[in-house]
């Protein structure tokens, strides 16, 4: 089977994270934030109000699409340092 870059790096990526248990509890973790907020409109509101009265950045959280989890992976975790 030939497979093109970004699908190696995918399952490179995934194999990662399943070996090292840090980096698998902390995307699983973040995982878990995302599906908080993107689970109910009114945290999301909230969220977006606290910000506003607290005079911070947040970014957008991403979907999560398990066929590109490389790309997933890095805009979640640059989105949750980032905010």
């Known amino acids: 089977t030939i497979w093109c870059s970004v699908h190696r790096a995918n399952v490179a990526w995934k194999s990662t994270i399943a070996s090292v ?38 970014m957008a959280l991403p979907a999560l699409f398990e066929v590109r989890w490389t790309e997933f992976s890095y805009n979640l975790l640059n989105a949750v340092l980032v905010s």
Do not use: C, Q, W
């Not at 934030?33 to 109000?49: A, I, N, P, V």
């Open 21 to 58: 248990v840090e980096v698998e509890h902390m995307f699983h973790m973040l995982v878990k934030l995302l599906t908080y907020f993107h689970s109910s409109g009114l945290r999301t509101k909230e969220l977006r109000d606290i910000t506003a009265a607290e005079n911070v950045k947040v």
